[in-house]
């Protein structure tokens, strides 16, 4: 095909022109409204004089529109090669609607841009076969009979695609699990705050172990059990409280022998009333 193009161009063209033919396709060339039309243009070019590569395509459409993008091939033969384009168009504004009957549609020119090896460069105007858009429906066909549409007022049935029995038995499941991590948690809690089964111990009976531990133990610790046993005495003695609460930051820091007279003292307020 392509050699009985290269011998129709030469016989047509100049020798001296670089491109032999530029030709432009379109298929199929009568289709309905919103149709997809392939287009095609083809420029042969003398290897000798140009660069097939360096052909490029300014191709506008108008009211047209490009679907995708444009698929560019190259073949040669001999001292000739050919340079195609091609891509997918369609028209779907009102101006292509045909009012009754059909319209004939034209594209604007393409231009084909070639460079020469000399570094000239040479155009070609590339026009389009035209199409003929028919109308899908005739006015006249539409206007006999009226479109058989039924109104659907009431939503279609239900149809799940779960058993509505297993979801009703994995929810119960569900809820139960939940329970049940409630009740380990207050549990928990419970046992946190409170051990089961063991003594409670009132806030003054453990400052005063504390205090008392501490005697033997380093500054650090001697000083944190007076400040806990003056925060505890507060509310029952005030004035218990402030001298252990100043013995506990005295300097230095105090002795085992004041702490255990500030023990005895603090001891007497777990007989008062």
């Known amino acids: 095909m392509l050699a009985a193009v290269v011998v129709a161009?030469?016989?047509?063209?100049?020798?001296?022109a670089a491109p032999v033919a530029a030709t432009a396709?379109?298929?199929?060339?009568?289709v309905f409204f919103a149709d997809r039309v392939q287009a095609h243009v083809s420029v042969v070019v003398d290897t000798r004089t140009?660069?097939?590569?360096?052909?490029?395509?300014?191709?506008?459409?108008?009211?047209?529109t490009q679907l995708g993008a444009t698929h560019i091939q190259t073949t040669r033969a001999g001292q000739f090669a050919q340079r195609r384009w091609s891509f997918t168009i369609t028209c779907r504004v009102t101006e292509c609607a045909p009012a009754s009957g059909s319209l004939r549609a034209h594209l604007p020119p393409a231009q084909v841009t070639l460079v020469r090896r000399d570094g000239s460069m040479r155009r070609l105007a590339v026009r389009w076969p035209e199409v003929v858009v028919a109308e899908r429906v005739s006015a006249a066909a539409a206007s006999?009979?009226?479109?058989?549409?039924?109104?659907?007022?009431?939503p279609p049935p239900p149809r799940p695609s779960v058993s509505v029995s297993l979801v009703s038995a994995l929810l119960d499941a569900a809820a139960a699990l939940l329970v049940a991590s409630a009740l380990v948690i207050v549990v928990l809690e419970l046992r946190r705050r409170r051990p089961?089964?063991?003594?409670?111990?009132?806030?003054?009976?453990?400052?005063?172990?504390?205090?008392?531990?501490?005697?033997?133990r380093p500054a650090p610790d001697r000083r944190r059990a007076l400040a806990l046993l003056a925060r505890i005495a507060a509310t029952r003695d005030p004035k218990l409280s402030t001298d252990?609460?100043?013995?506990?930051?005295?300097?230095?820091?105090?002795?085992?022998?004041?702490i255990a007279e500030l023990v005895r003292r603090a001891e007497q307020l777990e007989d008062a009333p």
């Open 9 to 16: 161009a030469v016989a047509a063209a100049p020798a001296i």
């Open 50 to 64: 140009a660069d097939p590569a360096s052909a490029t395509l300014a191709a506008p459409l108008g009211i047209w």
């Open 196 to 216: 089961l089964g063991g003594p409670v111990v009132a806030p003054l009976q453990r400052a005063l172990a504390l205090a008392r531990e501490a005697q033997s």
């Open 25 to 30: 396709a379109l298929s199929p060339r009568a």
């Open 244 to 258: 252990v609460g100043a013995a506990a930051w005295e300097r230095p820091a105090p002795e085992p022998d004041r």
């Open 144 to 154: 006999l009979h009226v479109p058989p549409f039924r109104l659907q007022t009431e």
